[in-house]
């Protein structure tokens, strides 16, 4: 299983979408909050996250992404994709931060209910999170790397961040 978390309003073909939301804009396989995710999903060989955790609190993400884990194969490949504040912020300071309002990268743009931000989501932050859910090998890459060909990102915009992972498990044979 391909898992695609908060898939908002960006359907993919080929992965399982699950979203808190259901609505007009918002249709996902299934509804359901990371924090409270059905037995069903299982098995699961890939995840990615566009945009979440920076929608839940910083000190609850861990705990959350440590449950998902148990539901992944060993060493799952592991994509999350979040606004870098901090970039953001730079961007703006050189007026160069286009099509985007920078309280929107920073809060969130309202777009639902949810769509609020409850932590400045930067690269350290994201890692930190995710090597305190126990996965491996947890390193940054851009935004626009080939690396990220073929998973669901909408965007490549320069005020985004990527980290890489692998879920926790036993070492492969090779």
């Known amino acids: ?22 609505n007009d804009q918002v249709k996902p396989d299934i509804q359901a909050s990371l924090g409270n ?3 069903e999903i299982q098995g699961v060989t890939h995840v990615y996250m566009g945009h979440v955790l920076e ?7 861990p705990g959350m992404l440590r449950d998902l884990w148990t539901r992944c194969v060993p060493r799952a490949k592991v994509t999350i994709v979040g606004p870098d504040c901090t970039r953001a912020r ?16 920073l809060y969130g743009a309202g777009r639902w209910q949810n769509d609020v931000h409850l932590w400045e989501c930067t690269p350290e ?3 930190d999170a995710l090597i ?12 626009t790397d080939e690396k990220l060909s073929g998973w669901p990102v909408t ?8 980290v890489l992972a692998l879920a926790p498990g036993e070492e492969t044979p090779s």
């Open 1 to 22: 299983m391909r898992l695609n978390v908060g898939c908002g309003n960006h359907y993919a073909e080929g992965w399982t979408n699950v979203d808190i939301e259901s």
């Open 37 to 39: 995710l059905p037995a």
């Open 55 to 61: 929608h839940i609190d910083y000190a609850e993400v």
């Open 90 to 105: 730079e961007l703006h300071e050189r007026s160069q931060l286009f099509g985007v309002d920078l309280s929107a990268v």
């Open 125 to 127: 932050l994201l890692t």
């Open 132 to 143: 305190a859910s126990g996965v491996q090998h947890v390193r940054e890459i851009s935004i």
């Open 155 to 162: 965007s490549q915009v320069p005020w985004q961040c990527a």
